[in-house]
T-cell receptor, first 112, second 112 residues
Framework: QKEVEQNSGPLSVPEGAIASLNCTYS??????FFWYRQYSGKSPELIMS????GDKEDGRFTAQLNKASQYVSLLIRDSQPSDSATYLC????????????FGAGTRLAVHP | ETGVTQSPTHLIKTRGQQVTLRCSSQ?????VSWYQQALGQGPQFIFQ???????GRGNFPPRFSGLQFPNYSSELNVNALELDDSALYLC???????????FGPGTRLTVT
């Protein structure tokens, strides 16, 4: 059973701090990884994609991928109360079509 | 650019009934995937459609079926509804060869 694991949280950080969200995956053949943000009652919104080992930065967000350790992370700098949401980690399965396997999500709470 | 749209927004059905959910893909996207998201869980892959054919299926029974039309829009049909089918149903569109998937707003199905 190919899986993506996340700590369910909640992860509570003060406004302005760095939030660090982590994810591990079991399918060594997975090539592409994504972070989605989901506000309560809404659908997931794609915020970051990463395909190769290392860091990828986009504004306040940095995604990190380590394929040897089967580990993906998302850093949110200067966290704002509007960042409070559930963050879903997803990876594609190896081979064939681009089916996404999701973790259960980590709930982030940014308090003023 | 038009995003992914889904209808209806909410639906209440009785156990044993049948339901059809609809999705229009983002402009320029030719692949549609359907996911089921139970409360507190990550989305689970149901199936994917490309060129009007099923292009991969997750661990869902045959009473979950779908269609894709020449304009890339899609339908999800569920027969013999069960209480456990109550969930948020998400449609995601993508372009073949690209792994990024973009979600619609979802349809909240309640089975009583």
């Amino acid at each position: 059973q190919k899986e993506v694991e996340q700590n369910s949280g909640p992860l509570s950080v003060p406004e302005g701090a760095i939030a660090s969200l982590n994810c591990t995956y079991s399918d060594r053949g997975s090539q592409s990884f994504f972070w989605y943000r989901q506000y309560s009652g809404k659908s997931p919104e794609l915020i970051m994609s990463i395909y190769s080992n290392g860091d990828k930065e986009d504004g306040r967000f940095t995604a990190q991928l380590n394929k040897a350790s089967q580990y993906v992370s998302l850093l949110i700098r200067d966290s704002q109360p509007s960042d409070s949401a559930t963050y879903l980690c997803a990876g594609t399965i190896s081979g064939g079509y681009n089916k996404l396997i999701f973790g259960a999500g980590t709930r982030l709470a940014v308090h003023p | 650019e038009t995003g992914v749209t889904q209808s209806p927004t909410h639906l209440i059905k009785t156990r044993g009934q049948q339901v059809t959910l609809r999705c229009s893909s983002q402009s320029g996207h030719n692949t549609v995937s359907w996911y089921q998201q139970a409360l507190g869980q990550g989305p689970q892959f149901i199936f994917q459609y490309y060129r009007e054919e099923e292009n991969g299926r997750g661990n869902f029974p045959p009473r979950f079926s779908g269609l894709q039309f020449p304009n890339y829009s899609s339908e999800l049909n569920v027969n013999a509804l069960e209480l456990d089918d109550s969930a948020l149903y998400l449609c995601a569109s993508s372009f073949t060869g690209r792994d990024e998937q973009y979600f619609g707003p979802g349809t909240r199905l309640t089975v009583t």
